[in-house]
């Protein structure tokens, strides 16, 4: 099966810049989404197709993918920022089998 | 106000049953594929199974075939999952979730607890 690894947690000082990576076998073939969850609450889209906003995104949520490493970056970090942020892909080599990557806990200093 | 809506949770003992229901409101639910997700206490998202719309295609994760059952009912814009044989792994949030653009998982649930205990 597919595997996603991500980073257990990246420290941020407000108004810098939080990369959060997503590795996986040539995961640049594949279409990479991510997810914020802060506690309590259910996850949030907040980048699909490596790097398409939805609706009521901030622009300083972006995304990119290439070789084995999608990149999630959060611009201009904020305090409501400070989440778990889920990669996810789809691996339709046998079933449509959805694989979500380990999380990462972004915590902003 | 798109939204879904999760209940049937609760606690459970091992090899027992549950049948967890989510209601959609505000969008077509019937041109949606629809998915489960869970998360055990402290633990990351696990994608648990899909139902296509029309029913005709569903996938599960390895742990669960043979014991979970996704299913829908386009008429009462509803998705079901029937959890047979429980186990405490099985112990976790369950939400629902619609499969939208690119196909990611655009509209989430608040979530339903099950857990699986003696």
């Known amino acids: 099966s597919y595997v996603l690894t991500q980073p257990p947690s990246v420290s941020v000082a407000p108004g810098q810049t939080a990369r959060i990576t997503c590795g996986g076998n040539?995961?640049?073939?594949?279409?990479v989404h991510w997810y914020q969850q802060k506690p309590g609450q259910a996850p949030v889209l907040v980048v699909y197709?490596?790097?398409d906003r939805p609706s009521g995104i901030p622009e300083r949520f972006s995304g990119s993918n290439s070789g084995n490493t999608a990149t999630l970056t959060i611009s201009r970090v904020e305090a409501g920022d400070e989440a778990d942020y889920y990669c996810?892909?789809?691996?339709?080599?046998?079933?449509?089998?959805?694989?979500f990557g380990t999380g990462t806990k972004v915590t902003v200093l | 106000e798109v939204q879904l809506v999760e209940s049937g949770g609760g606690l459970v003992q091992p090899g027992g049953s549950l049948r967890l229901s989510c209601a959609a409101s505000?969008?077509?639910?019937?041109?949606?594929?629809m998915t489960w997700v869970r998360q055990a206490p402290g633990k990351g998202l696990e994608w648990v199974a899909n139902?296509?719309?029309?029913?005709?295609?569903?996938y599960y994760v390895d742990s669960v075939k043979g014991r979970f059952t996704i299913s829908g009912d386009n008429a009462k814009n509803s998705l079901y999952l029937q959890m047979n044989s429980l186990r405490a792994e099985d112990t976790a949030v369950y939400y629902c979730?619609?499969?939208?653009?690119?196909?990611?998982?655009?509209?989430w649930g608040q979530g339903t607890m099950v857990t699986v205990s003696s």
């Open positions: 979730a619609s499969i939208g653009v690119s196909d990611a998982f655009d509209i």
């Open positions: 505000g969008f077509t639910f019937s041109s949606y594929w």
């Open positions: 139902i296509g719309q029309d029913g005709s295609e569903k």
């Open positions: 040539n995961i640049g073939g594949r279409s």
């Open positions: 197709d490596d790097s």
């Open positions: 996810q892909v789809w691996d339709y080599g046998s079933d449509h089998q959805g694989v």
